[in-house]
């Protein structure tokens, strides 16, 4: 496995680890409080990163994962701009300030999280959110439409069908859900849950294409 490869892994693997921990760590605490928050109205995604002790795991397993996901961005425009001849550089890096701001809001949101319930910014940790899954999806939309682009000069097989079913989830999750934030309904909860699991899913869509994408010091 290169190293690219490794970062679609733990660009999937550290959000999800982090929550299930978490997860695990409230119902040994409180077993009167297990639930299925996928497919229930239990609990918020963001909301178990709140109580001490869990949101020292939280905060560490999200920050851990913004900081992989940046080297993700990076390692993709490397990929970008050496799988085409004359790639138009001024889109690319467009596409890398996407996603870096993206995961700046997503550092916002884990952030806002550390004083005591009853003295959180909801109203800025929300903003702050929004923007983090808007943005993911825009940059992996950018992402998708740039590839289909250049489908005829790329040099391998893109796989760009399985790709655009992965954005295709993506956007009806997050219209769902900003829908449930502007009626305020509880559904907002376990959409939240399957947003983040789509949107950190969407680097593996690559784990195939680098296989043979080798990262070095120069990019």
């Not at 982090?18 to 119902?27: G, I, Q, R």
């Not at 963001?46 to 002790?53: C, E, F, K, S, T």
């Not at 990076?74 to 799988?83: D, H, N, R, V």
Request: aromatic share 16%; charged share 10%.
């Amino acid at each position: 496995m290169t190293l690219a490869q490794k970062l679609c892994v733990a660009v999937f693997l550290l959000p999800q680890l982090t929550v299930w921990l978490c997860l695990a760590w409230l119902y040994y605490l409180n077993p009167v409080d297990a639930c299925m928050p996928y497919v229930s109205l239990c609990l918020g995604y963001w909301r178990i990163g709140v109580p001490d002790p869990l949101s020292f795991l939280f905060r560490a397993g999200l920050f851990s994962a913004v900081v992989v996901w940046l080297f993700w961005w990076y390692s993709l425009k490397a990929w970008l701009l050496l799988s085409i001849k004359q790639p138009t550089a001024w889109t690319i890096r467009h596409i890398l300030l996407l996603g870096a701001v993206a995961c700046s809001a997503l550092l916002v949101s884990v952030a806002l999280l550390r004083p005591e319930q009853t003295h959180i910014l909801w109203g800025w940790q929300s903003a702050a959110v929004a923007l983090f899954f808007i943005g993911m999806v825009g940059a992996h939309s950018r992402v998708i439409y740039w590839l289909y682009r250049k489908r005829r000069q790329w040099p391998g097989e893109l796989n760009l069908t399985a790709k655009l079913r992965m954005l295709s989830l993506q956007w009806l999750l997050l219209a769902w859900w900003l829908v449930a934030v502007m009626l305020h309904s509880p559904w907002q909860q376990p959409l939240e849950w399957w947003l983040m699991l789509a949107v950190s899913s969407f680097p593996m869509m690559f784990w195939r294409d680098w296989r043979h994408f080798r990262l070095i010091l120069t990019h």
